[in-house]
């Protein structure tokens, strides 16, 4: 199942006549396939909006907002309106005067744009099913990529390989595309060298980031949706984020929400805060659907399909459209150490990325790890040419796997789940601050893996917030370390806090979805591995779809991307670990989209 729903145009550029596609051309060699016109007196003409996010004060997620926004502000450049996009929002404009189209990512590409050139022909979109169905139609359509598979389940994420498709790139962070009758240019926001060398002090951006995380908040709240949820759990991102609205006045705008059940610490401190502080929460995070996958194998199909294989997240194409806005706890990892841990990595880079991703896609076990020698080869030339790339921007040594985090896994995984909430909910993530980003990269790896540019964020907005129990200790190790165990305060108030009522729609098709249900035996074996049962119980299926899904590809294709025996070992016999559960599920996933989506 496909979405019908084309986000975003496809900017083509061709210095060959293209009879087949005149009605497209806007200039000489210029081609725009899915505009949405917005004309305006300053010269420029909105010719899409895809994604959500907040440009100076303003939340856009859609067309005419965008417009608006564009029409209001013809006194800065277009790269400086660009630099200053927040979330995962890209924007598309035509200057009929110097006869220029323009496509305006995000400068940290949480937003991707995808980019296909051959010879001097260029294809660029943030929509990845418009830019590959476009090049279809004109003969070029390019292959799915195998490898983007094997990394993906491997790794967890996108970005070790760019892009689903072969040949098909995405653009750097920073970065923006100029296209004129003359040919395509990709250049560079004037924000990068300040992100990378910023002189300000350690104060100066904590309060330029907290600036940026109130304005987000902000316009969130102002943006005049229906229904406003928060995600509320046990941790600290989606902490500072409450802290960010309790600042601003305007906590009580929106439903607080956490997953999972009444006895699990996250929903146990969810509740504690919002008895605290007040809070309404709900049970419904947002998302609603007209229908649901019908059976395991379009559960795990559908989501690929709705971002072209990029990553399975929640949103499928059978999601309604609702006025509903979410403001999620994403780009709070990027204050943090993530991959380095605090301290230089000085290891090969094998033993990186095993530090980072884990044996399976990095181990020295042969029988293991799930990449071929010759994929190893590739997957270890990507990871060193990334830690380059943060080296030749000035990051400091024990913040250059933490960098590989900010350049890939977060505008792959933050950055794309959010997106592909936009055809049906606008959500955001209001920690997305180029000045918290930035500082994360210069202090040094212990402030890093302490947190302290999130708890002091969280401590500056709402003094105290901090000091009340999180779902582990967050102070222990580095943090008292290096600052001491600040004095902790208890929760005041017991009981079941307000709820909003808000319950999900009932799907059309409710009545004919097939469950696989788990056995007593799936029951206490899930037990035993501290897992969910649900997984046990589809193992069976997977392993056999994976056998045929394997067997019908093209003789040597498997082989030359994944280690056959480690493949072997994971799905010919009951797995020993929830997380090789985890990992058949998803290759059986990623492989159902590479040969049927």
Known sequence: MRNSLQSAPVVFYSPTPRAAIEEF???????????????????????????AGVLRGRFIDNVDVASDALANDGAHSLSELGQDLKGSLTLYVAEPASRKLTVLPDPLGGGL?????????WAVSSDLAALTSFLEEIGRKPRKSLHYVAAYVATGSGGLIESSFENVLTLPQFAYVEMTPAGVRILEYPCKGEF???SMSYEESLQAAEDEILCNVAALAGAGHDRRVAHLTGGVDSRVVLAATLAAGISDKFSYYCSGGPTEPDKIVSNQLALEYGLTTTDHGGLDSRIGPANLEQELLWPFQHTTGIISGVAQPGNLRTSTSIASGGYGELFRSFYNRGSVHSGTTQEAGEQMFGRLAF?????RRLFSDTFSGLAESKIESIKANGAENGVRKDAQLDYF???????????EITRSFSPFVSRFD??????????????????????????????RMAPGLSALPFDSD?????????????EAREYQHSGVPEQDGVTRIRMENAASIQQTRPTPADRERANKLRMTPRLIAQFPVIREGLRELIDGLPRGEFPSVFNPRAVSLLIDREPNHRVY???????????????KG
């Open 196 to 198: 990378f060398n910023s």
């Open 405 to 415: 985090y900010l350049n890939r896994r977060n505008r792959y995984y933050v950055g």
């Open 363 to 367: 181990g020295t076990d042969t029988n």
């Open 581 to 595: 559960y985890r990992t058949a599920r998803d290759l059986y996933a990623a492989l159902l989209w590479y040969a």
């Open 113 to 121: 744009v995808f980019t296909w050139q051959e010879n001097d022909d």
């Open 25 to 51: 051309r806007v200039y000489d060699n210029c081609y725009v396939i899915g505009a949405a016109k917005r004309i305006h007196s300053n010269g420029r003409t909105l010719i899409g909006s895809h994604g």
């Open 430 to 459: 209001p920690l997305y601050s180029l000045a918290g980003a930035s500082l994360g990269l210069r202090v040094d790896g212990v402030s890093r893996q302490a947190n302290v540019i999130g708890m002091d964020l969280m401590e």
């Open 474 to 486: 967050r102070f222990a190790g580095a943090y008292n370390s290096l600052r001491g165990r600040p």
